[in-house]
């Protein structure tokens, strides 16, 4: 068995899997694939419905929002927030904590003016910088919820004169959060909700309609509105997968049964990280992920035996990224605590060896 630390593609639950794979070959008795039928079929409308009622009633999504799922990954929201938030000659506020930031205020330069309102740019995004002025001439505010790379998490949101855009592709169901507080959430399905190729986008309908450029369809949110996210052919497997993804999260007691699985999961790692002497954290620590938990070795010449240690308990995914080095566990919904537990006792018996 392995124990998938990736960063993403992450973890799905083998439970989900399975019944994907079943659909890939006979969907719900119809004698066809999950992959070979219609979008316009009823077999995939009521997958569909069945997806975003299930998005609504997990994140408490309130009236005047639409769901919807795209394509093009989070990072073609980088884009679409600007095209359709931010008016010719207007301003946008972005909050810099990290690459995934820096790519998404890249794009809205294309649209418009940007003013970096905090950055942690120069500790190389080890925390979340908190005293900003939000400006209440700009269209939006943009945040990072999680920061996949660097392991921080944004603990807490505000209220905002201005809407707030926020991507929460690497934390999204992972906990509680008051979507009233966002005009755009929008999140790559590959960490916590399906697989690659599929986009969640909530939004706040009333931000819609204050820009006058041209917006081509497939990248206008208020024609994909309209179109219930089927103004073309959507990536329908991956909705199907995001769909049971989410019909699992409901069963273990939706986001706040997750979450609180998701704390201890993250405790049990940060606990042994400070008690280990082998090994520390890199991130201010009340900014800590509960999703990417980043570490490195006190001693450089322990990184490459630590990795091979870990592949023959076979953990895998805890190399950290390039621009951090060290280690990375990913600990999404999906990853059981006896995951994490594995990892641990890996850490302690890489202790005893290397007294
Ligand atoms: N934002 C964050 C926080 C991410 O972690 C990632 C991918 N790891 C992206 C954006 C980019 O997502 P995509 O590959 O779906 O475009």
Redesign the pocket.
């Known amino acids: 068995m392995k124990h998938n630390f990736g ?2 593609p992450g973890i799905l639950p083998h439970e989900v899997l399975k019944q994907a794979a079943e659909g890939v070959l006979n969907f719900n008795g119809t004698g066809l694939s999950i992959l070979e039928i219609s979008h316009r079929s009823a077999e995939f409308e009521s997958v569909l419905n069945e997806a975003v009622s299930l998005v609504k009633e997990l994140f408490n999504v309130p009236e005047g929002y639409s769901v919807l799922f795209m394509q ?7 884009a679409l927030a600007p095209y359709n938030l931010l008016p010719d000659g207007g301003k946008a506020a972005y909050v810099e904590t ?1 690459v ?1 930031a820096n ?2 205020l890249k794009e809205a330069k294309l649209f418009g003016q940007v003013e970096i309102v905090a950055t942690a740019k120069e500790s190389n995004y080890t925390y979340i910088p908190k005293d900003f002025t939000i400006p209440k001439d700009a269209a939006y505010i943009h945040i ?1 919820s ?4 660097y392991g921080t998490q944004m603990k807490e949101f505000f209220k905002s004169p201005i809407p707030v855009v926020c ?1 929460m ?2 934390d999204i169901f992972s906990r509680k959060v008051d979507v009233s507080d966002f005009g755009l959430i929008y999140a ?1 399905a ?2 916590n909700m399906g697989p ?1 190729g599929v ?1 969640l986008v909530i939004i706040k309908n009333d931000i819609l309609g204050k820009v006058d450029r041209k917006i081509p369809s497939m990248f206008n949110y208020q024609v994909q509105i309209e179109g219930g996210s089927m103004y073309n052919t959507p990536p329908c497997f991956a909705i199907y997968v995001s769909m049971l993804t989410l019909r699992w999260l409901k069963a273990k007691g939706g986001v706040a049964g997750i979450e609180q699985e998701n704390d201890a999961k993250a405790k049990a790692l940060y606990t042994e990280i400070d008690r280990n002497p082998l090994f520390k954290g890199v991130c201010a620590v009340e900014d800590r992920s509960h999703m990417n938990v980043c570490f490195v070795v006190e001693n450089p010449e322990h990184e490459k035996p630590f990795l091979k240690y870990c592949d023959e308990k076979g953990i895998v995914g805890i190399k950290g990224h390039r621009s951090v080095g060290g280690f990375r566990a990913s600990i999404y919904n999906a990853l059981p605590i006896t995951s994490v537990h594995v990892l641990i006792d890996a850490m302690q018996e890489f202790q005893e060896n290397n007294k």
């Open positions: 960063a993403g093009g990954g989070a990072s073609s929201q980088f990290g995934w790519k998404a990072t999680n920061n996949t790379i991507d592709s690497s790559g590959q960490k690659a986009t």
